[in-house]
Each structure stands twice: as C-alpha cells, then as structure tokens.
C-alpha cells in the first residue's frame, strides 16, 4: 500500500471514529424524525410557497403514518447532520419507501430570491406569485440554452416543446415550473408511473418532500456477484435504457448521469430481476416532434470524450436531433469499463475465456469505442449481446 493510500484510509478512520463518538454522545432530539418532516411540510405549504400547494395540506403523514429507523447509522447521521439528504423509512408499516429533500440546499429559496431581484421586490414582501408574470419568468429561465444541469427541456429554446411536457402531468402550473429548475424527479415519476419506463413509484409529495417505492439496493452491491447474476441483470439494463430512449409520446429521455449508485436492483419472489433508474433529475427531455428539429439530420451517433473520472457529451448536439444514441453508449461503458476507462471495473468484468463472452467483450468494446460515422447501430448492439446472454443461460 502506498503512503498516500495509507494516509487517506487513516484520515476515513478518524472520521468514521469522530462521527460514532458523536452519535454515542450526542443528545437526542426532543422531535422524532417523522416529526421534523411534517415541521418541514407545514414550512413548505404554508411559507415557502402557499401557491404551490391546494389546501389541506395533510403533513401530519409523516409522523402519523411513516416510521424511520432512528436505529440505522445512516438515517441518524441524516436526521442530525442533512436535513436535505435521502433517508427510507416504512409507510403504514407496510411499504418501504425512499424519502428524498427536493429542495437540497434551499435552492428553492434561491430560486424565489433571485426572481424578486430580477423583479425589484423587497425582502419583505418576497413570495411566489401564481400569477403570469411569475409564469413567464420562471417560463424563461426553463428555457435559458445556457442551463446544463437539472432537467433540459429539448430543442433549445422551444416554448411549444415546454408547453406540450407540461400538460403531459397534472399539478399545479407554479409548482411544475419550480420543480423543472430544482428537482423534476416527481414530475418524471408521474409521467412514467404505469408505463415501462422503469422509475421508481411515486408514493406521495407532501411540500418539498417527495416519497416514492423502494425498488432495491444500487447496481454497485452487484459488481461482486457471480457472473450468472450479473448477465440477468445486464440483460434486464439492456431492456430498460431501451425503453427509456424510445421514450413516451414523442418525448425521448437521455440520462446524463448513469452510474452504479442511480440504478437499483431488486430480486422478487418470482425469480424476476427489477432494475430502476432511482434517481433521473439530470436528464434531458426531447420533444422529437418538435418542428425546429430538422428532419435532415433526423440523429446523431456519440462518441466518446476523453474525460478523465467524469461522463462528457454535448449538449447542443442532443437537441438538436431526433434521435441520439448517447443512453446506449452510456450503458455499454457502464458494462465495459468505470469512468477511467478501467475494464476490472465494468459491470461485466469476467475472466471466463467462454467464446460467448468474448463475443459480449468485443460488442462492448466497439460500442464504447467505435467513431463515428464507423459506428454500428448500437440498439442492433445490446440487442445482440441479449441475445448472445440468453445463449449462456
């Protein structure tokens, strides 16, 4: 071991160490978690934003009917030290569920202060306003082409593309036009729930506190199985990126931001893999039938962008065509490789010199590093190593 690893391994001891001293000694809380939520709820519908949210407002299902394990290190460690972070607790004592903050970091708050200053409101009398002014601006900033994070609404600029996601989901015009520049995650769980776009269920929204189904441990648990339970699982990602590339209704979805800890696993009674894309703010939402779409270039093959550690794409491409492979490729480098090109990190790392799995070796690696226009049809790709995995098993 090399110092520097020997240094940052004593460094995470020290931590580990100071953190448990201060959950031995740290007194306890007088409001159990369930309570601080339905405290955060009240703050939500009745301060932050009234207009989001229709009255009544039934915050007391936090501490009436959903139980948190104060007992779990992690959940400890959330309630005392990140009010904002994901906890999971039980619903009715019956359903597990994932609780996630859509408002980490207040950036709600900042969103409606930076708006009274674009406005000239003071402090005072700072508040969202369901009125058109608000709308609009709000409206603008969705559409901003400098925005690159959160949920980007495709091609860029397109107000009609915007108008036609926001009557796809029922809700509050204000609160959809929020969530789309904070955490769309719940207006893309409503949208997807009942179809095979595999997302998480959403349980409940109480204020800025989104509920939704615990769908399974994430993909990273995984990288250690045995290579049969890692080909089920590979072949179920295969079907589900398909899925969520061909999209909903002319909407195409491109995940920017695939990763072992945003896939969750489950194996249910009946022998069946689930597998879930658990979290899905960072995404981009394409209206493929968009008129500012020119039918000429109708898609575009993606192609690999040196980055060290990091996934690298452009934007301007995405939007600009009906139709980009960069899921397909984002799931092949999944099973390939990490983001540092390291193959013993791949989901389907394996020694096996079985011909098949040689056969899935090299489909892989030409998905991954093939250039364009000398690219094969990718989706014929992941279809193939299905194919070459239902041969194996």
């Known amino acids: 071991m090399s110092i520097n690893n020997l240094s940052i391994l004593t460094k995470q001891h020290v931590l580990v160490l100071f953190l448990c001293i201060i959950l031995k000694y740290y007194p306890k809380e007088q409001a159990s978690p369930g309570e601080n939520l339905s405290r955060q709820c009240e703050y939500d519908t009745k301060h932050l934003c009234p207009s989001c949210f229709s009255e009544p407002n039934e915050c007391s299902i936090f501490k009436d009917r959903l139980t948190i394990d104060t007992d779990d290190p992690l959940n400890r460690l959330v309630c005392r ?8 607790g039980v619903l009715d004592g019956k359903q597990n569920v994932v609780i ?12 409606r202060d930076s708006i009274c200053k674009e406005f000239q409101i003071a402090t005072e009398d700072c508040e969202f306003r369901n009125d058109e002014l608000f ?31 926001l009557k796809k989901i029922e809700e509050n015009e204000l609160l959809k036009l929020i969530l789309m520049l904070t955490n769309a995650q719940p207006l893309l769980l409503k949208l997807f729930n009942g179809t095979n776009l595999r997302t998480p269920e959403p349980v409940f929204q109480m204020g800025f506190t989104l509920a939704e189904s615990f769908d399974g441990d994430s ?17 179920e990602l295969i079907s589900a990126i398909l899925s969520i590339t061909a999209g909903l209704d002319g909407f195409r979805f491109y995940l920017t931001d ?23 703010n960072n995404v981009i939402v394409l209206d493929s039938q968009s008129k500012r779409l020119d039918r000429n270039k109708p898609e ?43 193959g013993e990190a791949g989901f389907l790392h394996f020694s096996d010199d079985r011909l098949e799995l040689k056969q899935i070796h090299q489909l892989l690696k030409h998905c991954v590093y093939c250039r364009p226009p000398d690219c094969q049809d990718r989706k014929m790709l992941l279809q193939q190593i299905q194919k070459t995995i239902n041969l194996i098993m």
């Open 135 to 165: 709308r609009t601006e709000l409206r603008q900033m969705i559409l901003n082409e400098d925005r690159v994070e959160g949920m980007i609404i495709c091609p860029s600029g397109d107000d009609l593309a915007l108008e036609r996601f």
């Open 219 to 235: 993909l990273a648990n995984f990288y250690s199985s045995s290579l049969k339970t890692r080909l089920t699982i590979a072949n």
């Open 100 to 111: 996630k903050s859509l408002n980490k970091n207040g950036q709600v708050e900042k969103l």
């Open 300 to 342: 575009t093959i993606h192609a690999r962008i040196e980055c060290d550690g990091c996934f690298a794409y452009v934007q301007e491409e995405i939007c600009s065509h009906r139709y980009s492979d960069i899921n397909l490729f984002a799931m092949c480098q999944l099973f390939l490789e990490n983001l540092n090109g390291n």
């Open 258 to 280: 695939i990763n072992p800890d945003n896939i969750a696993i489950q194996f249910l009674s009946s022998g069946n893999v689930k597998v879930s894309f658990i979290d899905i």
């Open 81 to 88: 030290f990140n009010q904002h972070a994901v906890s999971y």
